[in-house]
């Protein structure tokens, strides 16, 4: 890998504490699910490989609830973290979710400046077409990259481009779920995300 210039990140599990905004939603639009389920929904891309199915209208439920939902007490442990990254790196967002949530609490929050882009499902639904898009418009080397992330479908959709990634335990999947995936590293607090970059500079 050569010297890292810029950190992408997922949104919820990592920005976003929303792991009960999310499970709540999905049990209100398919009750039947269970815990297994909700975290097998994430093994993969949850657009291609669902284990939950949504329907057009329980989707657009489900985004209208979550941007209603989101509060800045979901990212304020990653408030002063991000401002930290963002003042030594070109920071990005690659997300699953609505964009319109992601932006408005930012903006409330005070870190929308830290974020060059912020990709969600409205710009296309695979992050792999999303990480090729900021490789694009950016003229971002793919080698410069770390991807920051908390479930097992997005490391191996980064794994696909050969981008390495900060896998952390205190978002939707766990060590031994994350591991089977093969991360880079695997990560248990923001202290340990900001010393591996760090070590990766």
Same mark, same amino acid.
């Given at each position: 890998?050569?010297?890292?210039?810029?950190?992408?990140?997922?949104?919820?599990?990592? /920005?976003?504490?929303?792991?009960?905004?999310?499970?709540?939603? =999905?049990?209100?639009?398919?009750? !039947? *699910? +269970? &815990?297994?389920?909700?975290?097998?929904?994430?093994?993969?891309?949850?657009?291609?490989?669902?284990?939950?199915?949504?329907?057009?209208?329980?989707?657009?439920?489900?985004?209208?609830?979550?941007?209603?939902?989101?509060?800045?007490?979901?990212?304020?442990?990653?408030?002063?973290?991000?401002?930290?990254?963002?003042?030594?790196?070109?920071?990005? /967002?690659?997300?699953?979710?609505?964009?319109?949530?992601?932006? =408005?609490?930012?903006?409330?929050? !005070? *870190? +929308? &400046?830290?974020?060059?882009?912020?990709?969600?499902?409205?710009?296309?639904?695979?992050?792999?077409?999303?990480?090729?898009?900021?490789?694009?418009?950016?003229?971002?080397?793919?080698?410069?990259?770390?991807?920051?992330?908390?479930?097992?479908?997005?490391?191996?959709?980064?794994?696909?481009?050969?981008?390495?990634?900060?896998?952390?335990?205190?978002?939707?999947?766990?060590?031994?779920?994350?591991?089977?995936?093969?991360?880079?590293?695997?990560?248990?607090?923001?202290?340990?995300?900001?010393?591996?970059?760090?070590?990766?500079?």
């Amino acid at each position: 890998m050569k010297k890292l210039k810029h950190i992408v990140f997922d949104f919820d599990g990592v /920005i976003a504490d929303t792991f009960d905004i999310l499970y709540a939603l =999905s049990l209100e639009c398919d009750p !039947g *699910i +269970s &815990d297994e389920d909700f975290s097998a929904h994430h093994d993969g891309n949850v657009y291609e490989e669902p284990r939950i199915k949504f329907t057009p209208e329980s989707s657009a439920y489900l985004y209208d609830e979550y941007c209603k939902r989101l509060s800045p007490s979901h990212i304020k442990e990653a408030v002063e973290p991000i401002k930290r990254l963002a003042s030594k790196y070109r920071l990005f /967002i690659i997300s699953s979710n609505e964009e319109r949530g992601i932006h =408005s609490i930012l903006k409330t929050s !005070g *870190i +929308s &400046d830290c974020f060059k882009a912020t990709y969600g499902y409205n710009t296309h639904k695979s992050k792999i077409v999303k990480f090729e898009m900021i490789r694009d418009k950016f003229g971002v080397n793919l080698d410069e990259i770390v991807f920051v992330t908390d479930t097992l479908g997005d490391v191996k959709e980064a794994n696909k481009l050969g981008i390495k990634t900060i896998a952390e335990t205190f978002g939707f999947h766990n060590r031994e779920r994350l591991s089977q995936g093969n991360p880079f590293k695997i990560v248990d607090t923001w202290e340990e995300i900001e010393n591996e970059i760090k070590l990766l500079t």
